[in-house]
């Protein structure tokens, strides 16, 4: 039986619409069609809005790759990136592109997006003059940062505020001119554009506004803008981001019907049967397109019609804005103001919190919601219009939000969690198009259970993680279990551990400043409890590059010393493995004569502690100290506190491995190395275990075949026995094992958590997969860990331990909690 030949499809536009729709046709139809893809660009598809991200330093152009060119390998389809089309013969079925190829088809699809609006200015032409559209738009508003010019914005919609903020992130003046009294007038009414003004003034943006451009300024480059009024905004880099319309040209090339756009009817063909279009470059129904929502919902039915379903017609959905600026919040869907008669507007502000809210009621339905400050009901409101719902019986609540609206009178529940009061169709990510009903379906199918599994499965929250909170609602909705939702880390924000670390590197933000400002953070400065925690993760995400904050740790980490109950201090000095020396000892009973220190005495770890000290000795006893070679223990400190040991084979008649000698080598190996919480290792010569390496952080058994890698133990208040990890046979193998669950647990466990609740947490199956099943993993965490290494050892908090640190500052420092 001969197997149908499969049709020639040629889609004219590698971007968001053309590639979404074909991942649509594989789902459906994946032999039906040989599928070839012409790119202008020379990249592969890339999520378009996402560039403001790029150009704010928040993500890398590799951040934002949708499909790289292994997923076109793996589809079977050709892709001509970098080769655009030129020419379209409809009658022989035929495309040509720039480099002369020729290409037959069957079926064609115009996903060609749009084009930057462009107004009729003198000096247009000149160099300087950039739009924002693509990466290549990118690349020279990036070198302008580079090289510290000024920049102006024309254009105070979406896209040019994203550009403005994008610019002023990297480091340049900018200022931004726009038409209208108010930006966003689009999107958002007159309060909550005055809002958003406001707050962008106060990060550093400068508004030109009702300002109409009337020439750009400069002879042989541009040098600024002219407006109207007689105003002058000087500038190095011009901006232009007034808006967009369709590239119809393929449309015209192919002699199809163009109005705007190319003319698309319901099942998204144009007037050639054979001939299709989506995204930005068509019309339906006398509407353009610039939002992806509308666009996802095209793909799906092209690519429908494409599989030989004869029945998918598009209708436009309801259409929401949200602004990608980080830490401003804004949410607008539906009617901006009343329009009629028996049109209602109920308005909230709270000026102290910067919130403000307003809704357009009609007829007991919602047809608009304008939220500024606090958008977290954004997606319930645009439920409700787009579903026409009554809300009459929440009337007198609904400008308050879900989780007051949904109470009756006497305070109970109608709709229970907000997430199961969201229908499957209810868009949660709108960067990639993914609604719940797809999430909740693969966490089912797939049995995921964390977010980075959601993510790497759907896409949702994978961009500008503005969902993730949802995402993680829903995830935690569908699993039964709250371990899901992200625990908020103090009164100054609503994000949890993971959501701080991701944006730290996601969006490369390197100060405190600049975290706390690309959150929203609700307090200036942090508190005692997000502080230390955020000093630790930038600390760990930028080795060599964040300049640790002092004053943003513990008072014992900041003098090298544990405060005891009388308000004395001890000072614990570093022994490695436990192992001393006469020359170490007599240094330290010369320190204890010398500074009247009343007790001396042996601890736990194998340490000498010196206990008693008055604060104000605290720089000459460390100096004292480090003239003999001594350092700190770190007896106080989140990070690398005891190696113990016993005395092994060199000494023991039951030792089978040297465990001092290892000790030391993993002592000297970690020490300084800052972690979530304090961390404690042993290495017992033998399965006698007399280092009691069965209740460390990390322990390592000595046996006859090698070494017993176990992990995650504690022996605090809550004892807990460590979990085998691996059986290791050299000791360059420990060193590697260890230093790579380390620096695991350094980049994954929250601050002032143990390894024993983070391998909980996690479970000891995604260790043993990042650790044992993963080598290429594993060494890559091992170099990370030695990379932080080369620059924890020699910080200058190590030279502290050695009385780096004047009697003034000592007698000056603070307290944190």
């Not at 490695?576 to 736990?604: S, Y």
């Not at 100096?623 to 113990?644: C, E, F, I, M, P």
Request: proline share 4%.
């Amino acid at each position: 039986m001969n197997s149908v030949p499969r049709q020639r499809l040629v889609v004219i536009g590698n971007g968001m619409a053309g590639m979404r729709t074909v991942e649509e046709l594989l789902a459906r139809a994946p032999v039906r069609y040989d599928i070839t893809v012409f790119g202008a660009e020379p990249h592969p598809n890339y999520n378009r809005i996402m560039l403001s991200s790029v150009l704010a330093g928040e993500k890398q152009i590799d951040d934002i790759i949708i499909n790289p060119r292994a997923w076109y390998t793996q589809n079977a389809i050709t892709l001509h990136a970098g080769d655009a089309v030129i020419g379209i013969d409809a009658k022989t079925k035929t495309v040509t592109a720039a480099s002369g190829l020729r290409v037959a088809y069957d079926k064609l699809l115009l996903a060609t997006g749009s084009k930057p609006l462009m107004p009729p200015l003198p000096g247009l032409d000149l160099p300087g003059i950039v739009t924002f559209r693509d990466i290549a738009d990118i690349d020279k508003m990036l070198a302008a940062a580079e090289a510290k010019q000024r920049a102006v914005v024309i254009g105070g919609g979406l896209l040019g505020l994203e550009a403005a903020w994008g610019l002023k992130r990297r480091g340049m003046p900018v200022a931004l001119v726009h038409l209208m009294p108010t930006l966003m007038e689009r999107q958002l009414d007159t309060e909550a554009g005055t809002l958003l003004q406001r707050d962008l003034d106060e990060r550093g943006l400068h508004f030109f506004t009702s300002g109409q451009t009337e020439r750009i300024i400069g002879s042989e480059r541009a040098e600024g803008v002219a407006l109207a009024d007689g105003r002058t905004v000087p500038g190095d880099l011009v901006v232009v981001a007034i808006g967009i319309r369709p590239n119809v040209d393929m449309g015209k090339a192919a002699d199809v019907d163009i109005n705007r756009g190319i003319l698309v009817g319901d099942d998204m063909a144009t007037s050639d049967p054979d001939i299709y279009a989506v995204g930005e470059c068509v019309e339906h129904n006398g509407q353009v397109f610039g939002l992806v929502a509308p666009i996802w919902e095209q793909a799906k039915v092209c690519a429908a019609r494409l599989a030989g379903d004869t029945v998918a017609s598009y209708v436009t959905p309801a259409l929401s804005t949200r602004l990608k600026i980080t830490g401003i919040d804004v949410f607008s869907a539906g009617k901006l103001a009343a329009e009629d008669d028996g049109d209602e507007e109920v308005v909230f502000r709270d000026a102290a919190k910067g919130v403000y809210r307003k809704l357009v009621v009609r007829g007991n339905r919602l047809v608009g919601a304008v939220l500024y400050g606090d958008v977290a009901d954004g997606g319930w409101y645009f439920d409700l219009i787009k579903g026409n719902k009554d809300v009459a019986e929440m009337r007198d609540r609904l400008i308050f939000g879900q989780g007051f609206a949904d109470q009756d009178c006497c305070g109970g529940s109608k709709a229970g969690l907000n997430v199961a009061a969201m229908t499957d169709d209810t868009q949660v990510c709108g960067c990639n198009g993914v609604s719940k009903g797809a999430i909740v379906k693969a966490i089912g199918e797939k049995g995921l259970t964390t977010l980075d599994e959601v993510r790497a499965h759907t896409k949702a929250s994978a961009s500008c993680g503005m969902c993730t909170p949802t995402v993680q609602a829903i995830l935690s909705f569908v699993t039964g279990s709250d371990a899901a939702a992200p625990e908020v880390m103090c009164k100054c924000t609503d994000h949890g551990h993971d959501h701080v670390r991701h944006a730290i590197l996601d969006q490369r933000l390197k100060t405190m400043a600049d975290l706390r400002e690309a959150l929203g953070w609700k307090t200036a400065d942090g508190c005692a409890k997000c502080r230390p925690a955020l000093n630790y993760y930038l600390l760990c995400a930028w080795p060599g590059e964040y300049v640790d904050d002092y004053r943003s740790r513990f008072i014992n980490e900041r003098v090298h010393a544990n405060i005891q109950k009388d308000g004395t201090y001890s000072v614990i000095p570093r022994m490695w493995g436990g192992v001393t020396t006469p020359a170490e000892l007599r240094a330290i009973a010369d320190v204890a004569d010398k500074f009247n220190i009343p007790t001396v005495k042996v601890t736990g770890g194998q340490r000498i502690d010196l206990l008693g000290v008055k604060k104000q000795d605290l720089p000459a006893v460390w100096g004292d100290l480090n003239q003999a070679g001594l350092v700190s223990g770190h007896g106080y400190a989140k990070g690398l506190r005891t190696v113990k040991t016993c005395v092994g084979s060199e000494w023991c008649r039951f030792g089978t491995q040297d465990s001092t000698a290892l000790g030391i080598k993993l002592e000297k190996m970690m020490w300084g190395s800052w972690t979530p919480h304090k961390v404690k290792l042993a290495v017992s010569g033998c399965p006698r275990n007399c280092a009691e390496a069965t209740i460390k952080d990390i322990g390592i058994i000595c046996v006859e075949a090698g070494y017993d890698m176990v992990i995650g133990g504690n022996g605090g208040i809550e004892v807990r026995v460590t979990d085998p990890l691996t059986r290791l046979t050299t000791e360059a193998e420990v060193l590697e094992y260890s230093a790579a669950f380390m620096q695991l647990y350094r980049e994954e466990g929250h601050y002032l958590e143990r390894t024993a609740p983070y391998l909980e947490r996690v479970g000891l199956a995604h260790i043993k997969a990042r650790i044992l099943e993963d080598d290429a993993g594993r060494k890559a965490l091992y170099a990370r860990f030695l990379f932080a290494q080369s620059f924890a050892q020699d910080d200058p908090w190590a030279e502290r331990a050695g009385g780096g640190v004047d009697a003034h500052e000592f007698q000056s420092l603070a307290v944190v909690s």
